[in-house]
């Protein structure tokens, strides 16, 4: 099994900035598509960015294009959330995902709340 644990959430006022990061147990990142998912209260899950280094995919939700950068260090097995101006509606608990064709693995959140 793939093990991933999520660090880096705390409290930020709008505006700040914040670093997520996924410690994996993963040896060849080419084998996983591995993103960020966020759940706001009362709120579904939704995908917030996704890396895919097989074929150089980066993905990021609209909401937060050009706010959120997603990057990964191979040799650490680490992917990194990059969150800039953050906004009171980024608030949520943000888990890491590791997936392939087959199988979803899912760490523990973090919890992200930022203040207005």
């Known amino acids: 099994d793939v093990q991933l644990q999520a660090s880096g959430g705390g409290l930020v006022q709008a505006g700040g900035s914040l670093t997520l990061a996924c410690v994996t147990s993963?040896?060849?990142?080419?084998?996983?598509?591995i993103g960020w998912f966020r759940r706001a209260p009362g709120k579904d899950r939704e995908e917030i960015s996704c890396?895919?280094?097989?074929?150089?995919?980066?993905y990021y939700n609209d909401a937060v294009k050009g706010r959120f950068t997603i990057s990964s260090d191979t040799g650490e097995k680490t992917v990194y959330l990059q969150m800039n101006n953050v906004k009171p509606e980024d608030t949520a608990v943000y888990y890491c995902?590791?997936?392939?064709?087959?199988?979803?693995?899912w760490g523990p959140g973090t919890q992200v709340t930022v203040s207005s």
């Open positions: 890396i895919s280094s097989r074929d150089a995919n980066v």
């Open positions: 993963i040896f060849s990142f080419d084998d996983y598509a």
């Open positions: 995902n590791a997936a392939t064709y087959e199988i979803d693995y």
